[in-house]
């Protein structure tokens, strides 16, 4: 009976390299899944930086001063080459971001790092719960990655109030 036990105490080389087989093609198809999901994934940077970008922009247009649009004096980022440093009021950034490529400080200089992302700017008058429109400004940062890869996030949209305090 010992003899009988002692052979069927060990593993054949048959099944080793069965067992073997089976774990390479585990690992190959979790290798695959991975690298799948790692080329599909976007770099959590980029959204972190984009969502830094909105969230500063947005924090300073609702520091300013509320004031209706003015066609007259407020003309879609009528500051020379985009500066914001003599935007006086929340109606002066309508139309901040068109027609300039990455993202620029107060007075209109390239923030190096930056070059590949556009913002955009709208303010518009709009009621808000139960305030007319004349006293209400509807603010909506858009910052977005330029370029069409598929990877690429997509757009952060940040929209924010800011009312007529009188």
């Keep these: 009976m010992s003899n009988r036990f002692a052979r069927s105490a060990g593993v054949t080389l048959v099944e080793l390299i069965v067992a073997l087989v089976i774990v390479g093609v585990a690992l190959a198809g979790m290798v695959a899944v991975y690298t799948a999901t790692t080329r599909s994934s976007v770099d959590p940077v980029i959204v972190q930086q984009m969502q830094a970008v909105a969230d500063n922009m947005m924090e300073e247009i609702l520091m300013k001063p509320f004031a209706p649009p003015d066609p007259a004096n407020d003309a ?91």
């Design 76 to 166: 879609p980022g009528n500051a020379a080459g985009g500066a914001r440093i003599n935007f006086d009021n929340v109606s002066d950034y309508d139309g901040y971001g068109q027609g300039l490529t990455g993202i620029r400080d107060v007075e209109g200089n390239p923030i190096p790092g930056l070059e590949g992302y556009t913002v955009a700017v709208s303010v518009q008058n709009t009621a808000f719960a139960g305030i007319a429109s004349k006293d209400a400004l509807r603010v909506t940062v858009t910052v977005a990655i330029t370029g069409s890869n598929p990877s690429y996030p997509q757009p952060i949209v940040l929209t924010g109030w800011r009312t007529n305090p009188s």
